[in-house]
Every structure is written in structure tokens, then in C-alpha cells.
């Protein structure tokens, strides 16, 4: 029988306590920098091997874990893990471990494989590779990678180059989640390593580290361990890759609108970077895709999010359809757990963005969920078949669904949770005395309870009671009100907690019946489902549109020589001062400095930012004549967007994306603005921005009723 590694370490720590110095899980799971989940997920198997091998391993339930041997045998226990890691068993006694071994073989191959080489390598029969490889095809298949068995050639896979590197990337960082801590891995002495990731040279990830390091500082990103593993891997491959001259050739068209998301100016940078230590001739797809890799992961510090979302996705108005859909399902009102949206749109973000572009994404506990909650499960995957049609997709995969049904169980658990507390008020004669007595007794006896407070007979108020939430009324005196209470002594004795457990019960089941109540008589606003927020929102976008269309600006701009001089330009288009110039013109510089502002579809920089000192969108075109050339480019013109910031840019972000997006997609659009003709521009601009009118009236009307309205 295997040990993992993990579970190796975790022997070798219980090895270095004697048996009556228990350990606890808390205490291994921060010397190896992982989860106390993490660890009770090895535990099976450390008990498993060690019994297997005639040795004690004891589990106390709040005590700790401990090898319950003599000196002597602990000594042996020793011996036997260090013989293990030098005689380990081969691959073929392991078929998990084989089939690990036949995977990373075949994705990194640059050429057929003989079926020899693999028989003779794992010292099995063709038969049982035959077995292997048809097992390692749904995995394959899964990244849209198709595995080839040609005859006299050998075994090989068949893909884009997208789809290796998906595969590379889930594939190491599984190897990692499962042999590694993560916890420390920023640490340089971690990375340098070089058993860390065989298959990333370690000088080429210790500097794509470094340069993801300085990213996050600079551009305020918040990565997870797992999401910053992910980020790691993919780029240090993207160098490897680059290197071995397998770029990225084969980018729909679709992903061009990511290039004004905030995440395409994360691409930059780090491409930047890549580029100026690893000497690269970086393409503009190889920074789009990036682009489109990292909006899959979750990057921003919650709440921070850009509101210009690709196609104006509504997030918060999709997860609160998938939400409701559940509702109706498990008929459990979710809304009443404050956390599940929130912590829901977050995911649900970059899980739209993995969608859109085809990511796969592994999911290690999956079977545990579909085993463990079928029902909830089942819901959700009812639930996020919302998505379909708004993405355009045939289904969400499992392992998505597994991810969004974490979330909908542990609401679930605090929602039963809150429906067992209940909150009671303590009366006495006086309000002192006795009543300290019986709340001793009440914290001492029913620790669950919430003790909102202490009043006397006389001070109790029915409405105040309802007001704030008080579910029973215990009183050390009998009392004549219209409330639920019940009359205890001031120690409780047997009868008094036969009734008050009683009396608990019935109460739990009303709320339970009130909740179901609520699923089924839900609450509806009006027969449109529109509410005064809406209207305002609507109204809001509706006035931006007007605004944006009556402050454009398109003309020829003087010689200029480069692009700071085009940058100065472009800051006094809208300026009427010296000051508001050079306001303008720091927003519009940094933002150039941050990530290069040049867009190889329209020849052109976009200079963009948001702006204190402006209360209405701006949106303008300058010719250059002569054209401006640099850095391997022609720059024809320059875009000049600027919104307001605050409050006012949760609807100018929108628009301003719409306007951008249809010049990605609208040919005709560009070329009347390329050729200065501001008249048919303008009328061409507000035909596509009342359609975004009226699809964004649609969309979230919809959204809030069936969540099938397709973006």
C-alpha cells in the first residue's frame, strides 16, 4: 500500500510526540501550511498504511491524534518510512500513479510515443496499456485534446495549443494540490526547489513569480493560494512554450472585447514584463488569452469589482435568478442568509468567464458533493442551467456545478442553524434577583439560546417583543399576555426543561413552516416585477446614452511627434483650464503607463480613465497625419474615453464598453470614425446604443423573472 506525501509528513510529526502528548489536527495543518480539511483527508490513509503495517494510530475525538507504540516500535516506524522513500514500489504495482506517469508523458511529448516504450517502461502488457489509455481519453477529451493510436507511428495527442497548455496547467497543479503545501508558495526558497514542478524549469517560475509578485502589489490584485498556483503554472508554461516557439495562433475572434476589461491591463503588465527578462516576441493573442485566463480566476479583493462587464453581463441579477431557482426546488429561502449572494456573485463571475471561453476547471471533491448532497446538487445544477442560454453554452460541467453546490450547502447549515437559535427575553417580578439565577441556569442548560436581555413584568410590550425578533418569553412568574412564554423556576428543574424542550420544538417547527410559507408565497413587488431602483437605473442609462451622444468629439489633431505629445493632446480636448488639463492628462498617462493603451484593431491608442472633476461621460477621436510609428506599430489616431468616478460610473462603464465593444465588431462604425465623419458615426452609434437600451431594459426585467434571456 502507498502513502502520499502528505501523509508521510504527518506520520513523521506524530513520530517526533511521545503517545501520552496527543497532537492535534490544528497543529499539523499549520506546520504544513495547509487546511485542518486537508489533513483529515489524508487521515484514512495514514490509518489504512499504518495498520496495514501492524502499527497503532489512534484518533480521540477533541483530543488529538497519536502512534500508540513503545520507543522501541516508533523507532521501526521510522526505519520503515525511510525505506519506503528508497524503495518505493514500481508504477506498475500503482495504476493511479501510472496512469499520472502515461498523462504528463503524452502531454509533453513533441512527437509519437511507441507502445514499447510505455510496456516496457511500466512493465506491463499491451492490454493493460490499451486499459490505461482508454481511461486517460475522457480526461483528454474533457481539455478537447482527441488521443491518437496509429499503428506503426505510436500514441499521441491531437489539439490546439490553448488546449495543451488548459491540460499542462490543471494537470501540474493537481500534482501540486495533492503532493505540496501551498501555502507558502511565494516563498523563493519554496520555488527553488527543483522537485517542486518537475515539468517548469525552476529559474523560469522563481522569475515569473517574482514578476506576478510585483503584479499584485501594483495593480491591487487578491489571488487565492490555489488561484495564484494556477496563474503561476499557466504563465511559467506560456514561457517554456514561447520559448520552444509554440505560440497561441488560433484566437477566435469573440475574445477581441476582453482587450478593454480590466483584466486585459493585468495582461499587459505581465507580458510586459515576460517580455523585457525572457527576451519574447510576445503576439497580441498571446496577451488576449492571458487576458481571457485570468478573468477566470478571482483576482480583485471583493467589492472592488470594474463594473464593465464583457456584453454588460449583470452578475448580481443572474446569481440572484440561479438563487431563486434553487429556492423553488429545495423550497429553502436562501435570501434569508445574508452571505449567499455575496459570496455567490463572486464566484459566479469568473465562472462566466471560464464558461465563455472553454475552460475546464477540476474539481477534486466533486463525487463527495453528488454523494453526499444529491438533492442540492441536483438543484443546482437546475439552477445554473439559467446560464445556457444567456452564454450560449449546451451545459454546465460538473465540476462547476460541485463548486456552486459548496455554496448553497453551507447556506444551508447556517440557515438551520439560525432556525434552531432562538432568541428568548428573561421576566421576573423586578427584573433582578431571581432572573439572574434562571439565566445562569438557561446558559448553562441550552447554550444555543439567544438571551436578547432581562425585564420585569411589568416593562414587557408585546410589539417591542416583535419588534426585535423575540421568539419565546421566559418568565420566572405566571403572566396574562398574547405572546408565546412559558413559566419556569428560577433553577430549572426536570419538569421545567420537559416543557421548555417541548416547547423549543414546536417553535422550531413554526419557523420551519414560516420559511416553506415564505418558498411558496413569495413576495412579488408589482405584476412587471420592476421596482423604483430599477426604474432609476434605467433612466440613469437612458440619460448617460443622451449625454455621451451629444459630447463627442471627432477631428484631424496638429503634427505630433509621440505619444506623450498625443496623450498632452488629448487631455485638453476636454479641459477649459490649465489645471483640468493636467488632471486629465496624469489619468490618462498613468493608465498608459500601466499597461500599453494601444489597439492593433483600430491602430490607435485608447487613452481611458476615470475622472473626479468630469460629471458626464466623454468620448472622442483625434486623427494623426503624418501617422506615428513605434514599437513595431502605426498609430493611425488615438480613442479618448472618460467617464466620471463614483456613484455616476455604475452606468457610464456600460455604455462606454458598449461603444468600445461595437467598434470591435461593427467594421462600418470604424471606418466613419476613422474617416472623420462625425454625422454618420453619430447616427450609427446612437441606432446600436438604443438597442443596448432596449436589451438592457429586457435583460434586467427578465433576468429578475425566468433568468433565460440570452446576452
Not at 434577583?433 to 441556569?441: K, V
Not at 480613465?609 to 494623426?624: A, H, K, N
Amino acid at each position: 500500500m502507498q502513502l502520499t506525501p502528505r501523509a508521510d509528513k504527518i506520520i513523521r510529526i506524530l513520530l517526533r510526540f511521545s503517545p501520552d502528548s496527543p497532537v492535534t489536527i490544528g497543529i499539523i495543518s499549520e506546520e504544513l501550511g495547509v487546511s485542518d480539511r486537508s489533513v483529515q483527508r489524508e487521515l484514512p490513509t495514514v490509518e489504512k498504511w499504518m495498520k496495514h503495517n501492524g502499527f497503532c494510530f489512534v484518533r480521540k475525538r477533541s483530543v488529538g491524534l497519536l502512534i500508540d507504540e513503545t520507543p522501541e516500535r516508533l523507532k521501526e516506524l521510522a526505519a520503515l518510512l525511510d525505506e519506503k522513500d528508497t524503495n518505493s514500489s514500481a508504477p506498475a504495482d500503482n495504476r493511479p500513479e501510472r496512469l499520472t506517469l502515461l498523462c504528463h508523458d503524452l502531454l509533453l511529448a513533441e512527437e509519437p510515443i511507441k507502445s514499447y516504450y510505455f510496456t516496457e517502461k511500466f512493465e506491463i502488457s499491451e492490454g493493460t496499456l490499451t486499459a490505461d489509455l482508454n481511461q486517460l481519453e475522457t480526461w483528454f477529451t474533457k481539455y478537447q485534446l482527441k488521443l491518437v493510436r496509429r499503428p506503426g507511428l505510436g500514441v499521441f495527442i491531437e489539439g490546439t495549443e490553448i488546449a495543451r497548455r488548459q491540460a499542462l496547467t490543471s494537470f501540474i497543479c493537481k500534482q501540486v494540490n495533492e503532493h505540496h503545501s501551498i501555502g507558502n508558495l511565494q516563498d523563493k526558497k519554496f520555488l527553488s526547489d527543483r522537485n517542486f514542478i518537475n515539468e517548469i524549469d525552476g529559474e523560469v517560475m522563481a522569475e515569473v513569480n517574482h514578476i506576478l509578485g510585483g503584479c499584485q502589489k501594483q495593480l491591487g490584485m487578491q489571488l487565492s493560494d490555489n488561484g495564484y498556483l494556477h496563474l503561476l503554472v499557466y504563465t511559467s508554461l506560456c514561457v517554456q512554450r514561447m520559448q520552444k516557439g509554440r505560440f497561441i495562433k488560433e484566437l477566435k475572434q469573440s475574445y477581441a472585447e476582453i482587450s478593454i476589461q480590466p483584466e486585459y491591463a493585468v495582461s499587459e503588465y505581465i507580458m510586459k514584463e515576460l517580455r523585457q527578462f525572457f527576451h519574447l516576441s510576445i503576439s497580441v493573442d498571446e496577451t488576449i488569452y492571458m487576458a481571457v485566463f485570468i478573468s477566470g480566476q478571482r483576482i480583485w479583493p471583493s467589492g472592488s469589482r470594474d463594473l464593465t462587464d464583457i456584453k454588460n453581463l449583470d452578475v448580481h441579477q443572474i446569481t440572484l435568478s440561479i438563487i431563486k431557482k434553487v429556492n423553488e426546488i429545495l423550497h429553502i429561502n436562501f435570501m434569508r442568509d445574508s452571505r449567499l449572494l455575496t459570496e455567490l456573485s463572486g464566484h459566479i463571475q469568473p465562472t462566466i468567464a471560464r464558461l465563455r471561453a472553454g475552460i475546464p476547471v477540476e474539481n477534486p471533491l466533486l463525487k463527495e458533493f453528488q454523494e453526499s448532497y444529491p438533492s442540492v446538487y441536483k438543484a443546482c445544477e437546475e439552477g445554473l442551467s439559467l446560464l445556457c442560454p444567456i452564454l450560449g453554452i449546451k451545459k454546465v460541467p460538473a465540476s462547476e456545478i460541485g463548486f456552486i453546490t459548496l455554496y448553497f450547502t453551507m447556506a444551508i447549515e447556517r440557515i438551520e442553524k439560525e432556525i434552531k437559535k432562538l432568541s428568548v427575553m428573561i421576566v421576573c417580578p423586578t427584573g433582578i434577583g431571581s432572573s439572574r439565577l434562571l439565566t445562569e441556569s438557561l446558559k448553562k442548560e441550552y447554550p444555543d439560546l439567544d438571551i436578547r436581555g432581562i425585564t420585569s413584568a411589568f416593562e414587557l410590550d408585546n410589539i417591542r417583543l416583535q419588534e426585535e425578533g423575540v421568539d419565546l418569553v421566559i418568565s420566572t412568574v405566571k403572566l396574562e399576555i398574547a405572546y408565546p412564554y412559558i413559566h419556569v423556576n428560577p433553577i430549572l428543574t426536570r419538569q421545567d426543561k420537559i416543557l421548555l424542550d417541548s416547547r423549543i420544538k414546536v417553535i422550531q417547527e413554526q419557523k420551519r413552516q414560516a420559511q416553506e410559507k415564505e418558498i411558496k408565497e413569495p413576495e412579488v413587488p408589482s405584476d412587471s416585477s420592476i421596482c423604483r431602483k430599477d426604474v432609476e437605473f434605467l433612466s440613469a442609462i437612458g440619460s448617460e446614452i443622451y449625454e455621451l451622444l451629444g459630447n463627442i468629439y471627432i477631428n484631424q489633431a496638429p503634427i505630433l511627434k509621440n505619444r506623450d505629445e498625443i496623450i498632452s493632446y488629448c487631455s485638453s480636448l476636454y479641459a477649459d483650464t490649465s489645471d483640468m488639463q493636467a488632471h486629465l492628462y496624469k489619468i490618462l498617462k498613468d493608465r498608459d503607463n500601466l499597461a500599453d493603451t494601444y489597439i492593433k484593431p483600430f491602430q490607435a491608442l485608447l487613452l481611458h480613465g476615470r475622472s473626479t472633476e468630469i460629471s458626464t461621460s466623454c468620448f472622442g477621436y483625434v486623427q494623426l497625419e503624418p501617422p506615428i510609428y513605434e514599437r513595431g506599430h502605426i498609430i493611425r489616431g488615438a480613442i479618448v474615453s472618460l467617464i466620471p468616478s463614483g456613484p455616476a460610473s455604475e452606468v457610464a462603464a456600460p455604455v462606454t464598453s458598449e461603444v468600445i465593444g461595437a467598434l470591435l465588431e461593427e467594421p462600418a462604425l470604424l471606418k466613419a470614425l476613422q474617416s472623420l465623419n462625425k454625422e454618420s458615426f453619430t447616427k450609427q452609434l446612437e441606432e446600436i446604443l438604443l438597442r443596448f437600451y432596449k436589451s438592457t431594459v429586457q435583460t434586467r426585467l427578465h433576468l429578475k423573472t425566468s433568468g433565460a434571456e440570452k446576452v
